[in-house]
């Protein structure tokens, strides 16, 4: 295994600059997943640490070796595509072993890795199918193998579970964390599904027009995000958005808020004041995540910066372990996360406790945090 360093990296087709100039570094044995919308620039960054495309400018290193000009069969990497790409008149066995051939690995060694390799991805008994007889779960986990097999220094996943359907992506999610504890190699995952970015990456980048938005740990991105465009791509349901002027009332800086019936609480921001001095009398963008507004917490009684407000219900959705009730407040849909028997119906009136402490403000000009 190797780190990677990204340095600077720029590219354009044509007069199209897709990559802005990204600079990420990767610790050897990381997990990092790229993650964006569709055009973010995330494959093109892939295709450019794989070889695939040329660099427009910057550098990438993997361990200490510049690899701009190396051919990609000289890098050391292993990619998995989105399209699983097996020979289809070849078995499992032949599949894997097939690269191994071709660089003149004696047979006995062939062998032995197959069998490793077959039994970390637990396909023993699948070696001697054709694609043809294999689920698209199989598939992947023998296109998986064949990148195994080479024992690169660094994988490269290009959305490899995007062909599966949902129950069978979950598995394969868990399947994929397992193996990276397994083999603990570098991997590079590039993915547009901010679920699969949480639960495999160490760090994640998430990306937006060629630029590297944030580059974090799952939870810093969740707790901590940099912009609008972060928290709202970053968490489902996303976060709520609810513009508001910060004011001052009695000495005490906060918010107010106006639910659809009328009702209104002022809702003071507490420590986090410190910070936001300079924007009484301003208009702000209050960002809450969905499970800071609900009918109860646990300890309420030991914070200070727990608020209620009144809300008429306008949509309930039972998701299982908790209800999202919908409401209006500022004039925006706000999602709530609420224990399914604490739920009203659409309609009624619902007693809501907004959690002031997880408050995240944004500069509506800039979309950058404020605190």
């Given at each position: 295994m190797a780190s990677l360093k990204i340095k600077n990296i720029k590219k354009a087709f044509g007069s199209v600059e897709v990559l802005k100039g990204v600079s990420i570094d990767a610790q050897s044995g990381e997990f990092l997943v790229l993650v964006g919308p569709s055009g973010c620039g995330k494959s093109t960054l892939l295709n450019l640490i794989a070889g695939l495309e040329s660099i427009t400018e910057g550098d990438i290193y993997i361990g200490d070796r510049r690899v701009n000009t190396v051919s990609p069969k000289d890098r050391d990497i292993a990619m998995v595509f989105q399209s699983y790409a097996l020979y289809p008149n070849m078995n499992v066995r032949q599949n894997i072993s097939f690269g191994l051939e071709m660089r003149k690995v004696p047979t006995k060694?062939?062998?032995?890795?197959?069998?490793?390799?077959?039994?970390i991805l637990?396909?023993?008994?699948?070696?001697?199918?054709?694609?043809?007889?294999?689920?698209?779960?199989?598939?992947?986990?023998?296109?998986?193998?064949?990148?195994?097999?080479?024992?690169?220094?660094?994988f490269l996943f290009d959305e490899p579970l995007s062909n599966l359907d949902a129950k069978l992506r979950v598995e394969m999610r868990t399947e994929i964390k397992l193996l990276h504890q397994r083999i603990a190699t570098t991997i590079v995952y590039v993915t547009h599904d901010q679920i699969e970015a949480m639960t495999l990456a160490d760090r994640i980048a998430i990306m937006k027009d060629g630029i590297v938005q944030q580059l974090d740990s799952p939870h810093g991105v969740y707790e901590n995000p940099a912009n609008l465009f972060v928290a709202g791509f970053i968490g489902s349901p996303s976060m709520n958005f609810i513009p508001c002027r910060l004011i001052r009332s009695n000495n005490t800086v906060g918010v107010q808020l106006e639910a659809a019936d009328q009702t209104s609480a002022f809702l003071p921001i507490g420590h986090k004041s410190n910070g936001l001095e300079t924007w009484v009398d301003r208009e702000l963008i209050l960002g809450l995540?969905?499970?800071?507004?609900?009918?109860?917490?646990?300890?309420?009684?030991?914070?200070?910066?727990?608020?209620?407000?009144?809300?008429?219900?306008?949509?309930?959705?039972?998701?299982?372990?908790?209800?999202?009730?919908?409401?209006?407040?500022?004039?925006k849909k706000v999602t709530c996360r609420v224990h399914?028997?604490?739920?009203?119906?659409?309609?009624?009136?619902?007693?809501?406790?907004?959690?002031m402490s997880r408050a995240i403000f944004f500069d509506p000009e800039t979309e950058k945090r404020i605190v």
């Open positions: 060694e062939i062998n032995d890795i197959v069998q490793k390799v077959a039994g637990q396909i023993e008994d699948l070696l001697d199918r054709k694609p043809g007889q294999l689920s698209g779960g199989q598939r992947q986990r023998v296109a998986m193998g064949r990148a195994l097999s080479r024992n690169p220094s660094v995540r969905p499970e800071h507004i609900s009918t109860s917490f646990p300890q309420q009684d030991a914070s200070d910066q727990i608020h209620p407000i009144n809300c008429q219900v306008d949509v309930v959705e039972p998701t299982g372990p908790d209800t999202l009730v919908f409401v209006n407040i500022n004039a399914p028997h604490e739920a009203k119906p659409p309609g009624e009136l619902i007693g809501l406790l907004v959690d």
